[in-house]
T-cell receptor, first 120, second 115 residues
């Protein structure tokens, strides 16, 4: 079945350091890919998305490029801030061509999350 | 616009009691999802609805769990009887329409503690 694998944390960085959180996926269809962020005590928020190969999603200085050849969607930021401390989730939403997959279409499959701590 | 609204934010109760969690999705969203988050198992999909109809409840852990969506603006997740292992954060999410490029919007969750 479809799955998402992301690097285990926790990741601890100093302010202004470069961030990479690796995410790879397996999918039998044509997935859209997402990064969600969860701040302490809050729900998940969409950070960015990409819906087809070679698309780059970006938001708040974060970027991720949909790489079909390596089935990856790594999250990057050039200079992290203390306020970026959170848990980051990679997710995919599968799209099947042809037959109507009805209710299974568009469900999110999440990675286990990577906790990022940024120190001043 | 108001986001997904969940209540209560925190619930502490003794085992054996009935627990009801509530969710108001974003207006106009056709899909509603219930998730459970724990340290051990991460984020798990319990059940989801499309146009108020339950589509897939294969993630519901056992018969003690039930979910309803009586109308487009309200859903409940009920646990009866509750057990300590049900302690978790429960999230509700909603999203619009068909297609896999629509993101889900999450509420702030209900932190449930069963003593």
């Amino acid at each position: 079945g479809d799955s998402v694998t992301q690097m285990e944390g926790p990741v601890t960085l100093s302010e202004e350091a470069f961030l990479t959180i690796n995410c790879t996926y397996t999918a039998t269809g044509y997935p859209s890919l997402f990064w969600y962020v969860q701040y302490p005590g809050e729900g998940l928020q969409l950070l960015l998305k990409a819906t087809k190969a070679d698309d780059k999603g970006s938001n708040k200085g974060f970027e991720a490029t949909y790489r079909k050849e390596t089935t990856s969607f790594h999250l990057e930021k050039g200079s992290v801030q203390v306020s970026d401390s959170a848990v980051y989730f990679c997710a995919l939403s599968d799209r099947r061509m042809g037959a109507n997959y009805g209710g299974s279409q568009g469900n999110l499959i999440f990675g286990k999350g990577t906790k990022l701590s940024v120190k001043p | 616009d108001a986001g997904v609204i969940q209540s209560p934010r925190h619930e502490v109760t003794e085992m054996g009691q009935e627990v009801t969690l509530r969710c108001k999705p974003i207006s106009g969203h056709d899909y509603l999802f219930w998730y459970r988050q724990t340290m051990m198992r991460g984020l798990e999909l319990l059940i989801y609805f499309n146009n108020n109809v339950p589509i897939d409840d294969s993630g519901m852990p056992e018969d003690r769990f039930s979910a309803k969506m009586p109308n487009a603006s309200f859903s409940t997740l009920k646990i009866q009887p509750s057990e300590p292992r049900d302690s978790a954060v429960y999230f509700c999410a909603s999203r619009p329409g068909q297609g896999n490029d629509q993101p889900q919007h999450f509420g702030d969750g209900t932190r449930l503690s069963i003593l």
